[in-house]
């Protein structure tokens, strides 16, 4: 009863005319413009790691002579692992290697005696930034 009675006295009080004015815009033209900036920075690492599980012996040159077994023997010198890769290395061993003497005493004589063992050979790390900048500028004109 109370609500009913509150909706006529809502309903019987009076309302004001509200009138309205179109607006209409005061200009004949006008113009935007916007500039966007964004920068992008990339940190790049490479290595590279090469390894060598054998080995490289020789033996030459000139006027020479060679006693013992030509090639050494080998042996195990090692392992390594990497992300659960297991190597194993070999290697010459050294007490085995043959013997080069001078052939003919004062005569040109020319000896190359080289030995490369296993393990790691090169490695090689590139390291670079790049940072990259992309601006953009967005101009709009327009009239009425």
């Known amino acids: ?6 909706l006529i006295a809502f309903l019987s009080v009076g309302t004001a ?4 004015v179109p607006v209409v815009p005061n200009f004949q033209s006008g113009s935007t413009s916007s ?4 920068t992008q920075k990339t940190v790049e690492l490479i290595e590279t790691w090469e390894y060598q599980t054998g080995f490289e012996y020789s033996l030459g040159g000139t006027n020479l002579s060679v006693t013992g077994k030509l090639t050494p023997d080998i042996v195990t010198v090692g392992t390594h692992s990497v992300n659960g890769v297991t190597t194993t290395h070999y290697g010459a061993n050294l007490n085995t290697l043959p013997t080069a003497t001078m052939h003919t005493q004062g005569a040109s ?7 490369h063992g ?6 090689t790390r590139i390291s ?15 009239t009425q």
């Open 1 to 6: 009863m109370k609500a009913f009675a509150l």
């Open 109 to 115: 004589t020319n000896l190359l005696n080289s030995y």
């Open 128 to 142: 670079r930034d790049i940072t990259t900048e992309s601006i953009t500028e967005t101009m709009s004109t327009f």
């Open 118 to 123: 296993p393990g790691l050979k090169n490695f």
């Open 17 to 20: 005319k509200i009138l309205a």
């Open 35 to 38: 500039t966007t900036t964004s």
